[in-house]
T-cell receptor, first 111, second 112 residues
Framework: DSGVTQTPKHLITATGQRVTLRCSPRSGDLSVYWYQQSLDQGLQFLIQYYNGEERAKGNILERFSAQQFPDLHSELNLSSLELGDSALYFC??????????FGEGSRLTVL | GESVGLHLPTLSVQEGDNSIINCAYS??????FIWYKQESGKGPQFIIDIRSNMDKRQGQRVTVLLNKTVKHLSLQIAATQPGDSAVYFCAENMRGNNDMRFGAGTRLTVKP
């Protein structure tokens, strides 16, 4: 158990819809990272927050947004969903830049 | 663009043999590297890391080698076991950057 909690574990929705994925980092970790993993693909970095502020941005679509709340949990919002958005979405946390602790992921299926 | 990549997408070894998984990186400014293991249905887990001021680091049954001259990283697993079957990712971080960039991954299959 990494200590990072992601919900929901599975989500099935239709094209055009909007979903929110939630992440609770390990206790004490200030950084939260979001990654997207398509089937049999690598991990694509989306975005990172540190103590509530956006710190780094990767290949995140404009239809996607994220935020980190004062209690350090984070949410990833995916809107106007397309079939190609079907993927595993991982959240990871760390104390600082370095070893990341990953959650079990949220599997999104867009039909 | 600069990226982290892997030489072999799949690797199959016999139980008990040693495994070597390779990774090429192109960002010469990267100064911190991590190997992660991802088992089916799970999130990636840290295996071992190495900083750019080192060329070798050993853990329990694993060794990471860093060759900065050719921008190459490798993970050696000694006496590979069925439980080592997973996808292995290398990741790099550049000093001053906050993100960790991952390579495409290598699937290791251990045959009994």
């Amino acid at each position: 158990d990494s200590g990072v909690t992601q919900t929901p574990k599975h989500l099935i929705t239709a094209t055009g819809q909007r979903v929110t994925l939630r992440c609770s980092p390990r206790s004490g970790d200030l950084s939260v990272y979001w990654y997207q993993q398509s089937l049999d693909q690598g991990l694509q970095f989306l975005i990172q927050y540190y103590n509530g502020e956006e710190r780094a941005k990767g290949n995140i679509l404009e239809r996607f947004s994220a935020q980190q709340f004062p209690d350090l949990h984070s949410e990833l919002n995916l809107s106007s969903l397309e079939l190609g958005d079907s993927a595993l979405y991982f959240c990871a946390s760390s104390v600082a830049a370095g070893e990341l602790f990953f959650g079990e992921g949220s599997r999104l299926t867009v039909l | 663009g600069e990226s982290v990549g892997l030489h072999l997408p799949t690797l199959s070894v016999q139980e008990g043999d040693n495994s070597i998984i390779n990774c090429a990186y192109s960002n010469s400014a990267s100064d911190y590297f991590i190997w992660y293991k991802q088992e089916s249905g799970k999130g990636p887990q840290f295996i071992i890391d190495i900083r750019s001021n080192m060329d070798k680091r050993q853990g329990q049954r694993v060794t990471v080698l860093l060759n900065k001259t050719v921008k190459h990283l490798s993970l050696q697993i000694a006496a590979t076991q069925p439980g080592d079957s997973a996808v292995y990712f290398c990741a790099e971080n550049m000093r001053g950057n906050n993100d960790m960039r991952f390579g495409a991954g290598t699937r290791l299959t251990v045959k009994p």
